[in-house]
């Protein structure tokens, strides 16, 4: 097995910059090690390593002062841009104070960064030589395309299955009749076999490989689609249809922890025609509007992680090597055996990870495989502004409902007449009714297992 692929000598994409806040700093994980990102006074967004050298605190608890640097929660410690020390609020002696910021021991480890297309980029290696090493190096961006790649968000979410399960579904195509049937016209009745499914070029270390292939059903199945890896964790694919259509996926897969991956994507398509706007959803708050469309597109992760997870609970159970478990006779098969002999002949069979040693594999409970607030919504502003409107017009509902039954019961001791009695009844209930249903699209922003009924994921 080669290893001449360096995992950490990479541009990662680790968040959309729209998911980051601007006065406060948010630890993130890559290929193991605890980092935290945070925007200085200059504007530049920084990432270091989430450690203070005091005594180790998480960076990632404290706060951004108003000089611009980032202060720890724990002694007040403050770290400019550089990883530099600037202040250490119990050293009073001026001389000790600057002996003692100037020391290497003081001083946080930081990263090259770089913002392109609307994702934030971290070189994950912390040599002496990184910041001149990335730049002999560009971040897998979206090619340049017909389509506007503009158009559409990313989307990020944190999924508990690893990294190399990941990737292999994505050059997978085939599955999506079966796995997600009944969604976007996906039917195993739909499903036709493959007839065209190679790599073309060669396969490296640092440039990966390209693979192009027919169709899988009834409707594409004239299309020519091109499917695209450049490693670490980047997939474009292009759908080109006969009629001059066309459809992108640009996906990108970043190894967090073993067992974890994010996943960060879009899709832009002018294949599809554009979905007339709802009058109503568009007088809510632009976060809102986003939350909620976020909110009811979980049906489709939730196939593929019941699927990946279930997947990696038998591979954790057996001692074989993928080549003897897998039986793979089908043409359809080529990207997942592709993307495995990159791993293995270039990669190490697995992502390089950084301070954190890989335990057992542990299954986990439905409740935590389709945990959604772990997943997406404590990463994402608009789901988290979505949450606390939510909560708020809940709190008004439950006071209005209560000040409405008051209501009633005066009206009934003053004794008017029915007619008007009813009008608070009939406010109450329905105000009574805003807050159950609040209560149940709130639940889809947390976990996707129902708190009513049997409390078991409906994937079908």
């Known amino acids: 097995m080669m290893n001449n692929f360096s995992w950490t000598k990479q541009w990662y994409p680790i968040t959309p910059v729209s998911y980051l806040e601007l006065l406060k700093p948010t630890p993130i994980t890559l290929l193991g090690k605890k980092l935290v990102i945070w925007r200085d006074k200059h504007q530049q967004w920084i990432v270091m390593d989430d450690a203070c050298p005091h005594k180790l605190a998480q960076l990632s608890l404290g706060s951004i002062n108003e000089d611009g640097n980032l202060m720890c929660r724990h002694h007040g410690w403050c770290f400019d841009g550089m990883g530099k020390c600037t202040n250490i609020p119990m050293l009073s002696d001026e001389k000790a104070l600057e002996t003692a910021c100037n020391s290497e021991k003081s001083k946080v480890t930081t990263y090259p960064t770089q913002e392109l297309q609307g994702l934030l980029w971290v070189w994950a290696d912390n040599s002496s030589t ?92 004239d299309m020519d689609a091109t499917r695209n890896f450049h490693p670490p964790c980047s997939n474009t694919t292009i759908y080109e249809y006969p009629n001059g259509k066309s459809a992108l996926f ?11 991956c994010r996943h960060i994507g879009k899709f832009i398509s002018d294949a599809i025609p554009p979905q007339k706007g709802n009058f109503w959803m568009e007088l809510l708050p632009k976060y809102l509007q986003t939350g909620l469309k976020h909110s009811a597109s979980y049906k489709l992760a939730n196939q593929d992680l019941s699927m990946m997870h279930s997947q990696a609970v038998n591979e954790s159970m057996g001692d074989k090597i993928w080549q003897k478990s897998y039986f793979m006779p089908s043409l359809a098969d080529t990207g997942i055996v592709t993307f495995r002999k990159w791993l293995d002949e270039f990669a190490g069979g697995k992502p390089e990870w950084q301070q954190v040693k890989e335990t057992p594999f542990q299954e986990l409970s439905d409740e935590k495989l389709y945990d959604i607030w772990h997943r997406h919504t404590k990463h994402c502003p608009s789901c988290r502004q979505s949450l606390v409107f ?50 149940s699209i709130r639940e889809r922003f947390l976990n996707s297992i129902p708190t009513k009924g049997l409390p078991a994921v409906k994937l079908y």
């Not at 008017?416 to 009844?425: D, G, M, Q």
Request: include cysteine; proline fraction near 6%; glycine fraction near 6%.
């Open 130 to 221: 990184a910041f001149e090493d990335c730049t002999l190096k560009q971040p897998a961006t979206i090619p340049e395309y017909k389509l506007d790649t503009s158009s559409n968000d990313w989307f990020m979410s944190e999924v508990p299955v690893g990294y190399t399960v990941s990737v292999e579904s994505t050059f997978d195509p085939s599955h999506a009749q079966f796995l997600h049937e009944g969604i976007a016209g996906f039917s195993p009745a739909r499903a036709i076999a493959m007839k065209e499914f190679e790599a073309v070029g060669g396969i490296s270390a640092e440039d990966g490989f390209t693979l192009k292939h027919s169709g899988y059903n009834i409707f594409n199945k």
């Open 250 to 260: 640009h996906l990108y897969f970043v190894p967090i922890k073993p067992g974890y």
């Open 390 to 439: 939510i909560d708020k017009v809940k709190d008004l509902c439950q006071s209005l409902t209560a000040a409405l039954v008051i209501l009633a019961l005066v009206l009934i001791i003053i004794n008017l007449p029915l007619k008007i009695i009813f009008i608070p009844v009939l406010l109450s209930i329905l105000s009574l009714i805003c807050f159950y249903r609040l209560n």
